[in-house]
């Protein structure tokens, strides 16, 4: 045989050389959940080793991801039912919990990012990501001024990087006119672009109290079925503004991200989701895998579909492995 492909796999020495993709700390952006009051951190039953931080405990945790070298956190404010209402008011409290922590990680820790979410569901009592009519709709046009105005508050307080996850139509254009008149042309979008109907999600929505209090959220997130509208999709948000796409959930969707890679040529993210990083926890604790390698193969699976950077809550424990080799 004059072609035999185990040569490139011959030792360790040989498989590093030729080696197509790699994992590296500086890919991987940390979610973190930020809640009410100075008590201690609360556990996420459905998410092993997540929780809920006081903005002094986020502060500490913030500072352990730093000097592992992870570059950026993304935040979402556990917020207790009283400071929620159908409007999402609590969103545009410049004095509110979510611009208290902003603030305070920007003000210790200057050179990590911060990225924030924006959506209502966090702060309506609907559990929506828009604004829910009397009879049930989603309404989109009467959602984008909340959306807009919530973006700029988070960016008055320091936010890096503002997310629109909401997934109404025209969001990003309408988020970036408004940044842009009020003097935050320089505060990137990272658009939620291709954000799926997805079964994924059940522990995030345990771990804010965010699920929708009546239908689902289906007329405004994308049908799993569906390939071509992620395309579609992206080239709006690409002509609306966007600094980077972001396809959500991650593992049942490296198609999707491939695609979208040969499309744009922006940085494109994916959301490894809590049901995903959930999984591998379960199954780890039950010993029918190595939770470790099942990590970094599936963390390696997002940049080998064309991923720049991974939002995670491996984050922390893959910066540890990665900082040991």
């Excluded at 993304?74 to 159908?86: I, R």
């Excluded at 611009?99 to 559990?127: C, F, N, Q």
């Amino acid at each position: 045989m004059n072609i035999r492909p185990r040569r490139n796999r011959k030792s360790h020495a040989m498989r590093a050389l030729v080696e197509e993709n790699q994992l590296q700390v500086k890919d991987l952006i940390a979610p973190l959940f930020v809640k009410e009051g100075s008590g201690p951190k609360e556990a996420i039953g459905s998410m092993p080793g997540q929780y809920r931080f006081s903005v002094n405990d986020l502060l500490d945790e913030c500072g352990r991801l730093q000097e592992l070298g992870v570059p950026c956190v993304s935040l979402f404010p556990a917020l207790s039912e009283d400071k929620k209402d159908k409007t999402a008011t609590e969103s545009k409290n410049s004095e509110g919990l979510f611009p208290e922590a902003i603030r305070a990680v920007k003000e210790k820790y200057p050179e990590l990012l911060v990225m924030t979410d924006v959506a209502m569901d966090p702060y309506s009592s609907d559990g929506h990501d828009g604004l829910v009519s009397e009879e049930g709709k989603i309404l989109n046009d009467e959602t984008l001024p909340i959306l807009a105005e919530m973006a700029l508050v988070q960016a008055q307080a320091g936010s890096d990087i503002i997310g629109p996850s909401d997934m109404m139509d025209g969001r990003v254009a309408f988020i970036r006119e408004h940044l842009d008149d009020n003097g935050f042309s320089e505060t990137s979008i990272m658009s939620y672009t291709a954000k799926y109907a997805s079964g994924f999600y059940g522990p995030f929505r345990e771990a804010l109290d965010s699920a929708p209090k009546a239908g689902d959220k289906k007329t405004y997130q994308m049908n799993p079925a569906n390939g071509d509208e992620a395309i579609r999709e992206a080239l709006l948000d690409e002509a609306e503004g966007a600094d980077i796409l972001m396809v959500k959930p991650g593992l049942p969707y490296l198609d999707v991200l491939l695609r979208l890679k040969q499309t744009t040529t922006l940085p494109l993210a994916v959301y490894n989701v809590s049901g995903e990083y959930a999984m591998i926890k379960a199954a780890a604790e039950k010993g029918w895998l190595d939770g470790e390698v099942a990590m970094l193969e599936m963390l390696l699976s997002f940049k080998r579909a064309g991923a720049s950077m991974i939002l995670t809550y491996f984050a922390k424990e893959a910066a540890q492995y990665l900082k040991k080799q």
